[in-house]
C-alpha cells in the first residue's frame, strides 16, 4: 500500500541528485550522525539527572530548560538530513526492518519526549515521586536507544 509512495520519493529531484552523487550521501549521513551525537547527549543530560546519577546540584527544570535547545535543534537536523537519505533509497528502506524499527521508535521516542518527559521534568524535584522520574527516565532512554540501534541496524543491512 505504501510501496508506490516510497518509490516515487525516490524518484524526486532531491533523491535523484543524492542517489547519483559520488559524494552527497556521506556527507549528508555525516551531518545527521554529528545531530545524532548533540540528541544523545541533551538526552543523556536530562535523563542521568531523572535517575539521580548527575547534574545533582541542578534542578531538574534547570537541566530541562538548558538541555531542550540542543535537544529541538538536533532533532529538527535529524530530520531534515534523514529524509534527504531516506529520499534517495526509500524503496530499500520500504523493504528493510530496520528501518521500520527506527521509524516506530523514533516515533515513539518523540511522542514520549514531548509529552510524558516533558511534563515530568518541568514539575522539577520534589513535586514528581523519586520513582516516576527514574521510570521516565529509562522509557525515554529505551526509546532513544531504539533510535539509534535502529539507524546502525539500517547500516549493516543489505
Not at 10 to 15: K, L, P, Q, R, V
Not at 117 to 127: A, H, K, L, N
Not at 128 to 157: D, E, K, M, Q
Amino acid at each position: 500500500m505504501l510501496l508506490p509512495y516510497f518509490q516515487w520519493f525516490e524518484t524526486t529531484t532531491i533523491g535523484t541528485a543524492i542517489k547519483n552523487s559520488s559524494w552527497a550521501f556521506a556527507v549528508i549521513e555525516s551531518v545527521h550522525l554529528l545531530a545524532l551525537a548533540v540528541i544523545g547527549g541533551a538526552v543523556l543530560m536530562l535523563d542521568l539527572r531523572l535517575l539521580g546519577l548527575g547534574l545533582r546540584r541542578q534542578p531538574i527544570p534547570e537541566v530541562a530548560r538548558e538541555a531542550q535547545p540542543w535537544l529541538v535543534g538536533s532533532l529538527i537536523v535529524m530530520l531534515i538530513t534523514g529524509f534527504a537519505l531516506f529520499s534517495s533509497e526509500a524503496t530499500k528502506c520500504y523493504y528493510s526492518t530496520p528501518f521500520w524499527v527506527k521509524m516506530t521508535s523514533l516515533a515513539l521516542a518523540m511522542a514520549f519526549t514531548f509529552t510524558v518527559r516533558r511534563r515530568v521534568s518541568f514539575e522539577g524535584d520534589g513535586r514528581v515521586r523519586p520513582i516516576v522520574l527514574r521510570l521516565v527516565a529509562l522509557v525515554s532512554l529505551t526509546l532513544w536507544f531504539g533510535v539509534g540501534a535502529g539507524g546502525r541496524w539500517i547500516g549493516f543491512s543489505g
